[in-house]
């Protein structure tokens, strides 16, 4: 069964940078990171968990919500079976447990980057951006 565990989080001030790690393993059925579509998601207090943004398998197509668009990165390094979130110009809105999950990729294209659309999850990093 495909493991994810989250890293990176912490506490920032407004306008600084956090990089999360998404380290996968124990691939379900021998298949490596890469047979995954692998998504980021946020989840604040008292609000539903949302997609941040997801990167298909091979790393061709990138999806961003509105709110983060130009500010936040997302790539993969398939040979580390991790996937990577580089947040710039953090805002206190960006306070939130941090989530990856992954779709397994034989089953369609990289899909829209909602939660209820993947499967396996990580336990989440804390992100609290002091303003």
């Known amino acids: 069964q495909l493991q994810l565990v989250e890293s990176g989080g912490g506490l920032v001030q407004s306008g600084e940078s956090l990089r999360l790690s998404c380290a996968a393993s124990?691939?379900?059925?021998?298949?490596?990171?890469?047979?995954?579509?692998i998504g980021w998601f946020r989840q604040a207090p008292g609000k539903e968990r949302e997609g941040v943004s997801c990167?298909?398998?091979?790393?061709?197509?990138?999806r961003f919500a509105d709110a983060v668009e130009g500010r936040f990165t997302i790539s993969r390094d398939n040979a580390k079976n991790t996937v990577y979130l580089q947040m710039n110009g953090l805002k206190h809105e960006d306070t939130a447990v941090y989530y990856c999950?992954?779709?397994?990729?034989?089953?369609?294209?990289?899909?829209?980057?909602?939660?209820?659309?993947?499967?396996?999850w990580g336990q989440g990093t804390q992100v609290t951006v002091s303003s």
């Open positions: 124990g691939a379900a059925s021998g298949f490596p990171l890469n047979h995954y579509h």
């Open positions: 999950a992954a779709k397994l990729a034989r089953l369609g294209p990289l899909p829209l980057c909602s939660p209820d659309l993947f499967d396996s």
């Open positions: 990167i298909s398998r091979s790393g061709g197509t990138e």
